[in-house]
């Protein structure tokens, strides 16, 4: 494969006693789709903040386009390309949906304020992010009251939240946790329609809507990778149907 933009290796952390990320190994191609599975409680969010630097593992290293951020900071990763959802939401619900576009595009801005602020993008990058949440069918809400939309809505605001970064490998957790089959079929339009160049990670219960997008996918269990291959590898494993596809 072509080098990879995202490398997890022997990744291991424990909280107290309860090992709950054991010597996992990822690593994703450029643009690649890959799935992130397996029963509650698998470690799946746990890996989430290991490779988006909120935790840092006990053991193991993670590099992000060939650069060791082990030890970065957020921030710092945020700067090399790395976005991110959360499993619940994170949005400003006091202020509108423009208003929280408007943030995450400062935030991004001032990330990244030594590269832009030598080209003077910054209405620029204003204005494509409102342009991407246009995209994301969020054009007659711009005005609204984020705590007033529906939770599907509010979960497609949290992506072109994370777009505003311009990232290059976005990590999605349980983009489609909670939602009616409407608002699970208008997420899974809009992950279709995120750039080819964009890497995607991401965890989710919904065999179809995984199976569906992902090129690969891992499946973890008690923090151990029990299994990686195509969706057809997963989906004909008697292993994972009897973990996990089983309890579904
Ligand atoms: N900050 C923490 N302190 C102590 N234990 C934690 C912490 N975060 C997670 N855990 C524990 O680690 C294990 C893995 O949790 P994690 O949230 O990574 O699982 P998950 O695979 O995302 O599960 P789910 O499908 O329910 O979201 C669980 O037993 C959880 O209780
Ligand atoms: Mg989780």
Redesign the pocket.
Known sequence: MNAPILEARGITHA??S?V??DAVTLELAPGERHGLI????????????IIAGE?VPDAGSVHLNGVDVTRHAPDRRARLGLARSF?RNNLFTDLTVRENLAIATAIAHRVAHVAWSAFGRHREIHDSAEARAVELGLEDVLDTVTRHLSYGTQRQLEIALALALEPRILLL??PTAGMSPEETAAMRATIATLPSSLTLLV?E?DMEVLFGLADRITV?DY?KVLLQGAPQEVRDSDLVRNRYLGTQ
Not at 38 to 49: E, Q, R, S, V, W
Request: hydrophobic share 35%; aromatic share 8%; charged share 10%.
């Open positions: 909280f107290g309860l709950v990320t397996g029963p509650n409680g698998a470690g799946k969010t746990t890996l989430f903040n935790i499993q957790d349980e965890i219960h973890l923090g």
